[in-house]
């Protein structure tokens, strides 16, 4: 059948779409900036009908409408990937619930789930002369969620990035049981945690100076790694490859400097490799058909051995605090959820496995509460109910805006002296008394 012919036999309203969904289903949203628009406000007109519903998503840029819904806790459960802001706010509400994972290990889950979804519904690129719908910069886990899933709707939009990567890409029509056409809604920006601060620069400096011209680069969101990526782009560094999970703007800026080739790389050469990416427009504009850009399943992104493959690999992610034993915290504040671990263990494995590689956990050495408290981030030990992302054997450079330290191989007090040493200088007498009381300390230590 030619393609067209069989689009339009497929294409529906949203309305007509969510009525397959039923109580008791498991529905997936996509991920990112492929959470559907037109389908969601379809769907939120239906959930007062439904209840137990289950949906499945992460990294939220615009509130759904199946949020603002009366009473959501009574119809859906919300169980997210990778927490943000939206979200977080939802837990309170008691619909909204972090599902634990490592990022490099999701296309499997859905593979071995007990729980497929019934319905996949989200946003897709228009469809090409072969019949494929493009995930846009959202491959992350999505071939394995549309290869599990009963029915697979499609929204439409015109204004998806068209991403080009090799497998794991896109859905074919033959797969996909309903079209819908939305409004064509502009991508949902993501900024990077705003202009880089003093404290941001600061870190930024100790790290660049780590990194050898030919590396391969990996960065986190958030000022920090985006304030390194500036710096890149303003360096003289030069021939440095990109294969990370989350692609941001700082890369676009390095690559329009004329930083990255890609030639050094050791598998995917010329290449920048990534599992899901969001930004501004610029990005947007700049991966849409970009033969430079690769989009791949997270499987692959995150896999230790493809990051190990390449030389140098300097992966670069913030962390929320860290305690005097090393170990790192960059998902929760005590028991409440703030993001995910996402695939920073990933990164920090496969990074110290690289030849040359170097992994950096970067935070700022003091954060200021809301009653105007300054308090330090790195902790005697974590605070009850802290999640640690990385554990102390695995963390290799711990940085602030007060230096650079290699924690890899240190004893306790060694590496206890080592993370003092980066503090606050207004913490570090009463970090060192804390480390006497836990046994960590030799009176031979530098005070």
């Keep these: 059948m030619d393609f067209k012919e069989m689009y339009s036999q497929k294409l529906v309203s949203a309305d007509e779409a969510v009525k397959v969904i039923n109580s008791g289903d498991w529905v997936d949203y996509g991920w990112c900036v492929s959470t559907p628009v037109a389908l969601d406000a379809a769907f939120a007109k239906r959930l007062p009908e439904l209840t137990d519903v289950n949906i499945r998503g992460g990294i939220l840029c615009h509130v759904p409408e199946i949020y603002k819904i009366d009473n959501p806790a009574e119809h859906f459960t919300w169980n997210s990937w990778h927490m943000g802001g939206i979200e977080r706010k939802a837990i309170a509400q008691g619909f909204s619930f972090y599902s634990p994972i490592r990022y490099s290990e999701l296309p499997r889950y859905y593979y071995e789930s007990s729980t497929p979804p019934r319905v996949a519904m989200f946003q ?267 554990t102390r054997a695995n963390v290799h450079y711990f940085v602030t805006e007060y230096g650079i330290v290699n924690l890899k191989g240190l004893s306790a007090w060694q590496k206890a002296e080592a993370i003092i040493s980066v503090a606050h200088p207004d913490f570090r007498d009463s970090l060192v008394a804390e480390a006497e009381k836990l046994k960590i300390w030799r009176n031979s230590n530098k005070k």
């Design 124 to 390: 897709v690129a228009p469809m090409d002369n072969h019949g494929f719908f493009n995930f846009g910069p959202n491959a992350s886990h999505m071939e394995a969620c549309c290869k599990m899933a009963d029915i697979i709707i499609v929204e439409v939009n015109q204004n998806m990035p068209r991403c080009l990567g090799g497998f794991g890409e896109g859905v074919h029509i033959n797969d996909v049981a309903m079209i819908v056409e939305g409004d064509n809604p502009a991508i949902d920006e993501l900024g990077g945690g705003g202009a880089a601060t003093p404290v941001d620069e600061a870190v930024a400096k100790y790290i660049v100076n780590e990194i050898p011209d030919g590396a391969c680069l990996q960065l986190g969101i958030g000022g920090m790694p985006n304030a390194v990526g500036s710096l890149i782009a303003k360096s003289d560094l030069k021939d440095l490859g990109v294969h990370t999970e989350m692609y941001v703007d700082a890369f676009v800026d390095i690559a329009k400097a004329g930083k990255i080739t890609g030639t050094r790389k050791g598998i995917d050469k010329g290449r920048q490799v990534y599992a899901f990416g969001a930004g501004t427009k610029k990005l947007y504009d700049y991966v849409n058909d970009n033969p430079e850009c690769m989009s791949a399943p997270v499987s692959y992104t995150n896999d230790i051995r493809s990051i190990s493959a390449h030389d140098n690999f300097m992966s670069i992610n913030n962390a929320v605090d860290i305690d005097l034993y090393g170990q790192v915290n960059a998902e929760s504040a005590g028991t409440k959820q703030i993001s995910g671990a996402g695939g920073q263990l990933d990164f920090v494995l496969g990074a110290y496995l690289s030849n040359g590689g170097k992994s950096f956990i970067c935070m700022s050495s003091t954060f200021t509460t809301k009653d105007g408290t300054v308090q330090s981030r790195i902790k005697p030990t974590l605070s009850n109910g802290s999640i640690v992302t990385d």
